[in-house]
């Protein structure tokens, strides 16, 4: 065969078509479920209120993300003034993206323990290529599912987890924070790139990842 369609090389590609055709929608559905749960139809209303990827694909973030590793979806529109509270209903919408990532990364573990992939730190053994590949899919799954929870939560303009910081801080502060976000996404943006950022990320997935192992442990002696 040759070697352009070796698997080894084509397995990026798979996991990066993961996180657009399903990971990238669940997050974004999630955002538009909570926002119409809270009050607010303009998501629901444009088409966004579903794992559909179509209806979140950005053409150019997502060939970014295929050919680069790095890219987005297309934001969830939400409007405030539908909100009940404004700023507490906008900080649970914007939660719920990075929420369902980790939900879906905590059943991922789970279906890895059900199979009994998992043997004292992700290694295989006795397992054929096929079963290999399976087992690779879902550890991507489960943690590109956990570095976006990650990444998102971080309190900085536009991510998620401003939200939560907005919320907390005073008005004029979060006044401030939302002016100047530009500023604190490029920063964020730079220690990504130079990998500050990228060795803190990765300690918490990889917490996050054992945890999630060790309250599942009981899975495969249950069911094997």
């Not at 536009?158 to 924070?177: E, I, K, N």
Request: neutral net charge; contains cysteine.
């Amino acid at each position: 065969m040759p070697s352009f369609f070796n698997t080894e090389m084509l397995l990026p590609y798979l996991v990066r078509l993961i996180v657009i055709l399903l990971i990238n929608p669940l997050h974004e559905c999630a955002h538009a479920l909570a926002a119409y749960k809270l009050g607010d139809n303009t998501a629901r209303d444009r088409g966004r209120l579903t794992l559909d990827p179509i209806a979140h694909i950005d053409p150019f973030g997502a060939l970014l993300l295929l050919f680069c590793g790095f890219g987005w979806a297309k934001p969830v529109p939400v409007n405030p003034n539908n909100f009940r509270n404004k700023s507490r209903d906008m900080m649970l919408t914007a939660i719920a993206g990075p929420a369902s990532n980790l939900v879906a990364a905590f059943l991922g573990v789970i279906v890895i323990q059900l199979f009994g992939f998992y043997n004292g730190g992700f290694t295989l053994e006795d397992a054929d290529t096929k079963m290999e590949y399976v087992f690779t899919i879902l550890y991507y799954f489960t943690v590109i599912n956990l570095n976006l929870c990650l990444f998102n939560m971080i309190p900085v303009p536009p991510l998620d987890g401003s939200r939560v910081l907005t919320y907390l801080l005073p008005p004029r502060a979060a006044v401030w924070m939302m002016r100047n976000q530009r500023y604190f996404y490029g920063v964020v943006m730079i220690l990504m790139i130079t990998g500050i950022l990228t060795w803190p990320l990765n300690l918490l997935n990889r917490l996050l990842l054992s945890g999630m192992l060790t309250i599942t442990d009981w899975i495969p002696a249950v069911f094997g």
